[in-house]
């Protein structure tokens, strides 16, 4: 039993160590990442890159720690994305979401943020709508889903109606219990029937 123990503890060690120099690196880049915002132009951009440095380090330094490398790479899509850079954000999150599905809560808020990432980009409706339809199939009552909805019904309710009203029902009967969701979805649903039923008339 003594020959066991000793092993036991030096790899309980390395994975107290492990998580501790992981926390350090996020804190690290955190404070880098929040610094950022009270700067302007050059600087806030060197702060970000300098943050994404070291969340990168981290990922790459404490593999064993899934946790904190799963929240660095959200705080590097961040990043990414105060540098205007959208193709690198959604790349970051999309490397989060397929290293780490276990970690749902992350994993769901990423996919909003992929979401309202894909909006931002013009003539992209078809793919926000492939990501969406993925969204549904893993979390389909998740209210994650229904924030990237109502996002994405933002944007298409006036060159999509018909497929707005379809992502309108669907939230209407995934939440079928009096809730935010549903009456939001209600109340869109009636404003785009409303719109198709003047356009066919006239």
């Given at each position: 039993?003594?020959?066991?123990?000793?092993?036991?503890?030096?790899?309980?060690?390395?994975?107290?160590?492990?998580?501790?120099?992981?926390?350090?690196?996020f804190?690290?880049?955190?404070?880098?990442?929040?610094?950022?915002?009270?700067?302007?132009?050059?600087e806030?951009?060197?702060?970000?890159?300098?943050?994404?440095?070291?969340?990168?380090?981290?990922?790459?330094?404490?593999?064993?720690?899934?946790?904190w490398?799963a929240?660095?790479?959200?705080?590097?899509?961040?990043?990414?994305?105060?540098?205007g850079?959208?193709?690198?954000?959604?790349?970051?999150y999309?490397?989060?979401?397929?290293?780490?599905?276990?970690?749902?809560?992350?994993?769901?808020?990423?996919?909003?943020?992929?979401?309202?990432?894909?909006?931002?980009?013009?003539?992209?409706?078809?793919?926000?709508?492939y990501?969406?339809?993925?969204?549904?199939?893993?979390?389909?009552?998740?209210?994650?889903?229904?924030?990237?909805v109502f996002?994405?019904?933002?944007?298409?309710?006036?060159t999509?109606?018909?497929?707005?009203?379809?992502?309108?029902?669907?939230?209407?009967?995934?939440?079928?219990?009096?809730?935010?969701?549903?009456?939001?979805?209600?109340?869109?649903?009636?404003?785009?029937?409303?719109k198709?039923?003047?356009?066919?008339?006239?």
């Amino acid at each position: 039993n003594r020959q066991n123990i000793k092993p036991y503890l030096l790899s309980s060690a390395r994975r107290a160590t492990s998580a501790e120099e992981a926390e350090e690196l996020f804190k690290t880049g955190l404070t880098l990442y929040n610094t950022a915002f009270t700067k302007v132009g050059a600087e806030q951009e060197a702060m970000l890159k300098s943050a994404i440095v070291f969340l990168r380090d981290l990922e790459h330094r404490c593999q064993d720690q899934p946790q904190w490398i799963a929240l660095a790479l959200i705080l590097v899509a961040d990043s990414h994305r105060a540098l205007g850079e959208i193709d690198q954000a959604i790349t970051a999150y999309q490397h989060m979401i397929e290293s780490f599905p276990q970690l749902e809560k992350y994993v769901r808020q990423a996919r909003v943020s992929i979401i309202n990432l894909l909006l931002q980009k013009e003539d992209n409706l078809p793919q926000v709508e492939y990501a969406l339809q993925q969204f549904k199939e893993r979390y389909p009552d998740s209210n994650e889903l229904a924030e990237a909805v109502f996002a994405y019904i933002e944007k298409a309710q006036s060159t999509s109606p018909e497929k707005t009203m379809i992502w309108c029902k669907h939230i209407i009967n995934q939440f079928p219990d009096p809730s935010m969701e549903r009456n939001k979805a209600m109340r869109l649903a009636q404003a785009v029937e409303k719109k198709l039923q003047e356009s066919t008339y006239i």
